[in-house]
C-alpha cells in the first residue's frame, strides 16, 4: 500500500518536473526526428528497403534518445541533494525506481509515437493497421529501455566518468532487447504483417527478469 | 533539498505525503506559515533566494514533527533576518523538548542556543561542556 501510494506520488513529481522544464522529451524528440530525416535524404528509401532496414534504424534511434534521456534520471536528484531526502522519507527504495521508471518508459513512448507517423510518410511504410500491435511492441521495448537505463543511471550517477558509464553499461546489455524489439517490428512492417509471439515473449521475459532484479537490489544501487 | 521545479508548497506536500504525515496539505501550508513563505508557497524553488530555499528545507525537515533534528551549519546563507528567524524556530523547538544536534563554526545567534558545546579537532573531542569545558569558550574557538 505504501509502496503504491510513494510511487504514485514520485510518479507525479517526475511528470510535473518533466512537463516544466521539458528538458527529456525535447532532447529526445529532436534527436530521434534529425536521425529519421537525416537517413531519409541520404538513402531516399522505397518501400522495401524501409521494411528492410527501418526498424533497425527506429530502435537505434530509440536507443541512443533513451540513453539521452536516462543520463539525467539520477543526476537531477544530486544537484539539491534531493535523493537523501527522499531516502530518508521513502522505506522502500524501490518505490523510488518504480516512479522514475513509469516516467521514463512514458516519455520513451510518447516519442515513439510522435515518431512513428514521420518514419511512416519519410520511409513510405504504412503503419496504421498495425499501429495497435505497434505500440505493444514499443511499450514492450521501452519497458526493457527504461528498467536497464533507470537502474544503470543509478550506478553511474555516483560514478566518477559518469557521462561515459551509462551508455558503456547500457548498450552491450541492451542487445538483446534490441534484436527482438527490431525483429518483432520489422514482422509487423513487412507487406503481410505478422505479430511474431516469440519475439514478445522474449521481450516480456526480458523485462521481468529485470524488473524482478530491480526489485531486489535496487536498494544498493542508491547507495554511494 | 528541495526541488527546483516545483513550488514550495508542492515540495512540502510531497515529501509530507511520503513520510505518511496526516493531512499533508494543511500540514505544508502550516509550515509554510510558520517559516514566513506563504505567500510565495505557488513560486518555483528555482525562483528563490538562497536563504529561501534554506526555509523551505528547514519546513521540510519539520514536516513530521521530528523529536531529534540535525542541522549542518543551519544559518549558512541566510539574512540577519532569517538568523533571526532560524533562532526564534530553533528556540521554540527546543524549548518543545526537541533534540538537536548542529555543527556550527563560531559563536553566533545560533550557536548560543546550544545547551551543550562540544569542540572536534581531527576527530577527536578537545573540549566538551559536560567535561567541564566553557561554552563560550568552546563557541568563540579559545582555550576552553
Known sequence: ?224 | MAYDELSAEENLWLFARLQQVANPGERAAELLRAVGLAERKDSLVRTFSRGMRQRVAIARALLHAPSVLLFDEPSTGLDPEGVAWLAGTLRGLRDAGCTILMSVHGESEIASLATRAVRLDAGSVAADTRAGANLHAILSFADA
Open chain 1, 1 to 224: 500500500m505504501s509502496l503504491m501510494s510513494n510511487t504514485s506520488a514520485l510518479f507525479g513529481k517526475e511528470l510535473r518536473t518533466e512537463f516544466r522544464s521539458r528538458e527529456l522529451l525535447t532532447t529526445t524528440v529532436i534527436f530521434i526526428l534529425v536521425v529519421v530525416v537525416l537517413f531519409s535524404f541520404t538513402f531516399d528509401p522505397t518501400a522495401t528497403e524501409s521494411r528492410r532496414f527501418g526498424p533497425g534504424l527506429l530502435w537505434l534511434a530509440f536507443l541512443f534518445a533513451a540513453s539521452l534521456m536516462l543520463q539525467p534520471c539520477f543526476l537531477r536528484e544530486q544537484g539539491n541533494d534531493t535523493l537523501s531526502a527522499l531516502r530518508l522519507s521513502v522505506p522502500d527504495p524501490f518505490a523510488i525506481f518504480l516512479a522514475k521508471l513509469a516516467a521514463n518508459t512514458l516519455f520513451l513512448l510518447m516519442t515513439e509515437i510522435l515518431m512513428i507517423p514521420v518514419f511512416a510518410i519519410l520511409y513510405n511504410v504504412p503503419v496504421l493497421q498495425v499501429f495497435p500491435q505497434l505500440v505493444l511492441v514499443l511499450f514492450l521495448g521501452s519497458l526493457g529501455l527504461g528498467v536497464t537505463g533507470t537502474a544503470l543511471s543509478a550506478i553511474s550517477a555516483h560514478a566518477r566518468m559518469r557521462e561515459l558509464m551509462l551508455p558503456l553499461l547500457l548498450l552491450p546489455l541492451l542487445t538483446p532487447l534490441l534484436i527482438a524489439s527490431t525483429e518483432a517490428t520489422a514482422a509487423l512492417l513487412d507487406p503481410k504483417p505478422a505479430l511474431r509471439w516469440d519475439w514478445l515473449a522474449f521481450l516480456i521475459a526480458f523485462d521481468v527478469i529485470f524488473l524482478t532484479a530491480l526489485w531486489l537490489f535496487g536498494e544498493y544501487l542508491l547507495e554511494e
